[in-house]
């Protein structure tokens, strides 16, 4: 990649992320992330996916520099040699998750997810979700805190923590994930084709509400959420070839 490309620069409010963005303005300079031809964001994971919603309509790639809570994301914050490091860096191209979700009032909400799709219980009772796959009902009743769809990227983040399996990247697959499990207990998810169209039906809806999640995208009491990997939009991510996201994918496969 030519070092010669313009690069614009994003920071969330932590106090180290402003305060890389100064020093980082300062010696390189930098236009307007909106006319950018690469989008340098600085702060954790969560900063990250918010620039990228944030910038979908750009379709240019973005590097990220860990300034905030959990990098997985982000590349090793340094200073010195910007243009170098995004000139050798490796691309990563993501595709997201696409919701569509009808509530108690009847109305329809879409959106993206990068991440994961969550279901979770919106009250004290666990919810009851009917789960469809690709037209067939695989799971009549789950009872349980939540159930999720991850993408290979998403799979080490809330998927992990409920105990998910991590999705290599390149496995054209899909997490779907269960939280809390209550019934049926010996459940511990699927791992399906990124191909495959969820269907997730709330049942006593009115006793047990569910809230869903598309990233940080939330939608109350739902009624039914349809979820499917769109490959009609990317996102290009690029990392240090010493700091590969496939290796670290890799090292959280067997960490101890």
Do not use: C
């Not at 930098?30 to 996916?49: C, K, S, T, Y």
């Not at 379709?59 to 340094?78: I, Q």
């Amino acid at each position: 990649m030519s070092t010669d490309r313009s690069i614009g620069f994003a920071a969330s409010e932590a106090p180290e992320a402003q305060k890389a963005l100064a020093e980082l303005k300062r010696r390189y300079g930098g236009v307007a992330p909106e006319q950018a031809d690469i989008v340098v964001a600085l702060g954790g994971d969560g900063f990250m996916l918010e620039t990228l919603h944030r910038y979908l309509d750009r379709k240019v790639p973005f590097y990220g520099m860990h300034r905030g809570s959990v990098g997985f994301l982000m590349n090793n914050y340094d200073p010195d040699g910007l243009k170098e490091r995004i000139a050798r860096a490796e691309p990563i191209a993501i595709n997201p998750l696409e919701m569509t979700a009808r509530d108690a009032r009847g109305q329809t909400h879409s959106a993206l997810a990068i991440n994961e799709v969550s279901l979770t219980r919106q009250g004290r009772q666990v919810a009851k979700v009917r789960i469809i796959v690709d037209d067939q009902v695989r799971l009549p009743e789950l009872m349980a805190d939540g159930v999720l769809v991850a993408t290979p990227i998403g799979s080490t983040a809330y998927n992990l923590s409920a105990h998910g399996p991590i999705v290599p990247l390149g496995s054209n697959l899909v997490a779907l994930t269960p939280v809390s499990t209550f019934r049926p207990r010996r459940w511990r998810g699927a791992l399906l084709p990124q191909t495959a169209r969820f269907r997730f039906e709330t049942l006593e809806a009115e006793r047990r509400p569910v809230t869903v999640a598309a990233d940080y995208t939330e939608v109350h009491d739902v009624l039914s959420v349809d979820v499917r990997q769109t490959l009609d939009v990317s996102f290009t991510l690029l990392f240090d070839p010493e700091h590969n996201f496939a290796e670290r994918v890799m090292k959280e496969q067997f960490a101890t």
